[in-house]
């Protein structure tokens, strides 16, 4: 069953990604303002729960696995290639790719640690602009693993599921310093939380749980426990990033519900190819970055450079994608059985 407005949804979380990255990557925002602007990978999670709750729930975990291996797998692999290539030729056409901001580039740089990280999903070392990468590791595991949660699920109250899940994130917390697990169980409670209340009408326990989240974080600095930048907080992810999160999710749903987004085919082929712009983004910043440098960035205005940096990203992206999606898919082609 297709969502029309969950598609729109997943269009704009991508875009919040993009302007999130352009505030973070560009520095075109000071505290605490990015503090405040950091939910983007809530809500991403929040949706992908969402997407999952119109799945068939009778897919197997082989089969959630099989799928999420040729969706998010291959196409990071034929990411890694392109700008690992990408990256030799510029080295070789352009020689000295420090004035653009960019370190020189060779194969030899890399060592069998660094195929180690492709290979895992985890980075493509020594290419600029690629920390989202990050996000991968996680996402795999917890979309192709949800058949089994969903099984616990159908025999647990709504409720009590997603506070174990909460518990369970913040005695990790307590115990553990591994960021994969701590981040697993973080982003699940959004996960889970898209599952749960996405297609249902609880509107009352949404806010509940998002009013107690805020409420939480607001009594602990009142109380005078020390509040660092959010970013500080989400490597590892602590219980303020995750209430922060679970807070501006649950506010956005409540919002949204109200809200319908006209579908346009400019939100129709950020779904489509949201994966595909989310990979390849650097490589849209990198552009930006020497655009600036010799036109508007001369202007000393960070509001302009916010706006005319996210504008100039969105629009490259875009177009990058018009070239990377159907060379995705063509590659793609030969991995379906």
């Known amino acids: 069953m297709r969502d ?3 598609d729109n949804y997943r269009a704009l979380a991508m875009l919040y990604v993009i302007f999130l990255h352009t505030c973070f990557w560009m520095g075109d925002m000071p505290e605490p303002y990015l503090s405040f602007v950091l939910i983007s990978m809530a809500m991403v999670f929040f949706i992908s729960g969402a997407s999952i709750s119109l799945g068939s729930s009778r897919r197997s975990l082989m089969s959630a696995i099989v799928s999420r291996l040729k969706r998010v797998v291959i196409p990071f692999y034929i990411y890694a290639v392109v700008i690992i290539l990408l990256s030799v030729l510029a080295s070789l056409l ?3 790719t420090t ?3 960019v370190r020189p580039f060779h194969l030899t740089d890399y060592s069998w640690r660094d195929v180690d990280s492709i290979l895992l999903c985890q980075d493509v070392p020594k290419i600029p602009n690629n920390a989202h990468l ?9 979309t192709s693993t949800f058949p089994l949660q969903r099984r616990l699920i159908d025999k647990c109250p709504r409720p009590v599921y997603m506070a174990a899940c909460i518990a369970l994130f913040l005695l990790a917390q307590a115990f553990t310093q591994s960021e994969l697990l701590r981040e697993l169980l973080c982003y699940n409670i959004f996960v889970v939380a898209g599952y749960l209340y996405y297609r ?4 009352i326990v949404t806010a509940v749980v998002g009013l107690t989240a805020g409420a939480a974080i607001l009594g602990y ?3 005078g426990g020390h509040f660092s930048p959010m970013q500080d907080h989400k490597f590892p992810p602590d219980w303020i990033f995750a209430f922060y999160g679970l807070f501006a999710v649950c506010m956005l749903s409540l919002v949204f519900r109200r809200v319908t987004i006209p579908s346009n085919r400019f939100l129709r082929l950020w779904n489509t190819r949201g994966y595909t712009i989310y990979l390849y983004q650097g490589l849209a910043f990198i552009l930006v970055a020497v655009i600036r440098q010799y036109t508007y960035g001369r202007i000393p205005n960070m509001g302009l450079w916010l706006v005319a940096d996210f504008i100039m990203v969105v629009l490259l992206s875009t177009v990058l994608s018009l070239v990377a999606y159907p060379l995705e898919r063509w590659i793609m082609k030969f991995f379906r059985s």
Do not use: C, M, S
């Open 4 to 6: 029309i407005q969950l």
């Open 99 to 101: 004035r653009f901001g």
């Open 221 to 223: 600095v009142l109380l």
């Open 134 to 142: 990050w996000f991968i590791a996680p996402y795999l595991i917890l």
């Open 94 to 96: 352009i020689g000295d």
């Open 200 to 203: 249902h009408d609880k509107e």
